[in-house]
């Protein structure tokens, strides 16, 4: 029987440093996730993300430190998340570090290096990953967690494959290789289309330590994105979330809008202007520019990313109301699974 005091488990980071509830808000480029979301999802209890692609070194620092402002809850984590493929990924990654940030998540390509950068400052580094294959040179590196991102996420995707597919396969994997005596076990945190706490429990169970979530975050209060961005997501029917190829090099997730109606259809304009944010780039079309269009709420002309599913939210929320529904829900789903 689950009692009434039932709480989500712990998660561990790294040796000695652990977030009390499971959850790790995804980190959302561009300013989708700042530190007014992070803030709020820390003080929860849970992993709060800045998405650092996209800011200078002085926007990043700025929002290290509003975020550490905002943090009431000592005990929460603020992590960033950079993509590899972005242009500054080092400065990004070494200005993170000099800021004192609890943890550092990348993805979006694979880099080796990194590791030895948080082994020198002791800063815990968590890759995104989405086959067995990186999982277990993740842990061989010295990752301290590991992000599976199935092919349910949003954005930027590795892998076709959905969680229920890979989760077990990654899993053993990684039990199969031996654990560093000195990091320990890395936890492995389930991503990609997670919405509720039945999700959340369904992947414990399954063998995840822990899991990310981006779409259910952006539905919320503390997200600054415009109203406009928010409400698309309230409107949209399963049938209007298609996937592209992003200048990246890889299939993303989006809803379909004018702007990615035209990537579809390869008529979208060619950029004329280049802000040299990736290290490799088609040029196809300025994904900067279309991701900023959006966040500021012209979601017709911009690009908006998703996850695989928006549709089961149904309303925006205060991050605090988020968090006690996803528990509500779980504790339903472990209640349930008990008298079955």
Not at 60 to 69: H, N, P, V
Not at 155 to 181: F, N, Q
Not at 242 to 261: C, D, H, M, T, Y
Request: with cysteine; hydrophobic share 45%.
């Amino acid at each position: 029987m689950i009692e009434n005091t039932f709480k989500l488990p712990e998660l561990k980071i790294a040796k000695g440093l652990f977030a009390m509830k499971p959850i790790i808000q995804g980190g959302m480029a561009i300013k989708v996730s700042t530190a007014k979301l992070a803030a709020a999802v820390a003080n929860c209890g849970g992993v709060g993300v800045i998405a650092a692609s996209g800011l200078t070194k002085e926007e990043l620092k700025s929002q290290i430190k509003e975020a550490r402002e905002l943090q009431t809850n000592k005990d929460g984590l603020i992590a960033v998340n950079i993509m590899f493929a972005a242009t500054e990924f080092n400065m990004l990654v070494r200005t993170s570090i000099e800021e004192g940030i609890d943890f550092i998540i990348f993805g979006a390509g694979f880099s080796r290096d990194i590791f030895a950068l948080g082994k020198e400052s002791n800063t815990p580094i968590v890759p995104i990953v989405s086959s067995p294959k990186l999982a277990v040179l993740a842990k061989k590196l010295g990752a301290s967690s590991i992000i599976l991102e199935s092919g349910e996420a949003g954005g930027h995707l590795g892998t076709d494959k959905t969680l229920d597919e890979v989760l077990p396969e990654v899993r053993k994997a990684l039990d199969s290789v031996p654990d560093d005596p000195e990091i320990g076990k890395p936890s492995l945190i389930a991503a990609g289309g997670i919405t509720n706490g039945f999700d959340i429990s369904k992947f414990l169970k399954m063998g995840a330590d822990g899991v990310q979530m981006g779409t259910r975050f952006v539905l919320s209060k503390e997200c600054e994105v415009h109203e406009n961005f928010k409400n698309l997501y309230l409107s949209i029917a399963n049938s209007d979330i298609v996937k592209i190829l992003s200048p990246v090099g890889l299939q993303a997730r989006a809803i379909l809008n004018q702007f990615s109606e035209k990537i579809l259809n390869d008529t979208v304009e060619r950029p004329t202007e280049c802000f040299n944010c990736l290290k490799k780039c088609s040029r196809r079309f300025c994904i900067m520019k279309a991701l900023r269009m959006s966040q500021a709420g012209d979601v017709v002309n911009g690009l908006v990313f998703t996850g695989k599913n928006p549709t089961k939210i149904k309303e925006i929320l205060p991050v605090k109301a988020i968090f006690e529904k996803l528990e509500a829900e779980a504790k339903q789903f472990f209640s349930e699974l008990a008298v079955s």
